[in-house]
T-cell receptor
Framework: EAQVTQNPRYLITVTGKKLTVTCSQN?????MSWYRQDPGLGLRQIYY???????DKGDVPEGYKVSRKEKRNFPLILESPSPNQTSLYFC???????????FGPGTRLTVL | GIQVEQSPPDLILQEGANSTLRCNFS?????LQWFHQNPWGQLINLFY???GTKQNGRLSATTVATERYSLLYISSSQTTDSGVYFC????????????FGTGTRLKVLA
């Protein structure tokens, strides 16, 4: 089944403890992206990747890192999480930039 | 950057009613999608529609790119249509950044 998977789906952590949220797609898509969703603000793009080893900032990249070493994986790294990063995170992929995006199930992160 | 506005922000309908949701954007776009976020938080693709008209069952969408808006029509609404509807656009600047609107929250009453 064609899909975007994210792990973990739920995470509660403490301020400053490094964490990684994984994202994987099995559709051989070139483009991948991370978003965060906060009440009243809709979804905002954190980072995106046009292809392996090609990443770029979205609208809210501060406090996040990403890497794209393989086409199928696009992990989101929070090196020192803070409470204002408590949010619902979505990963998405697309055959290429400008085409239809497909979203993962979301990861609900709470930073205490 | 490009601005995306959705209206109305909230909508309550009786089951069986029709509705129109609107998405306005401030600049030319390469890509426009409509999504439904169900009460469990899942984002479901409805339409990829940078221009023209598409239909899928009770839902249809029209994008008039030259006038910078898109409409999502829901006919004969059902309680399962409840949730939040988002439009998202990618501008023509070539950066492949996506901008979401803040959504229309729809509640369909039985």
């Amino acid at each position: 089944e064609a899909q975007v998977t994210q792990n973990p789906r739920y995470l509660i952590t403490v301020t400053g403890k490094k964490l990684t949220v994984t994202c994987s797609q099995n559709m051989n898509h070139e483009y991948m992206s991370w978003y965060r969703q906060d009440p009243g603000l809709g979804l905002r793009q954190i980072y995106y990747s046009m292809n392996v080893e090609a990443t770029d900032k979205g609208d809210v990249p501060e406090g996040y890192k990403v890497s794209r070493k393989e086409k199928r994986n696009f992990p989101l790294i929070l090196e020192s999480p803070s409470p204002n990063q408590t949010s619902l995170y979505f990963c998405a992929s697309s055959p290429a930039g400008g085409l239809e995006q497909f979203f993962g199930p979301g990861t609900r992160l709470t930073v205490l | 950057g490009i601005q995306v506005e959705q209206s109305p922000p909230d909508l309550i309908l009786q089951e069986g009613a029709n509705s129109t949701l609107r998405c306005n954007f401030s600049d030319s776009v390469n890509n426009l999608q409509w999504f439904h976020q169900n009460p469990w938080g899942q984002l479901i693709n409805l339409f990829y529609i940078p221009s023209g008209t598409k239909q899928n069952g009770r839902l249809s969408a029209t994008t008039v790119a030259t006038e910078r808006y898109s409409l999502l029509y829901i006919s004969s609404s059902q309680t399962t249509d409840s949730g939040v509807y988002f439009c998202a656009v990618e501008g023509t600047s070539g950066t492949y950044k996506y901008i979401f609107g803040t959504g229309t929250r729809l509640k369909v009453l039985a």
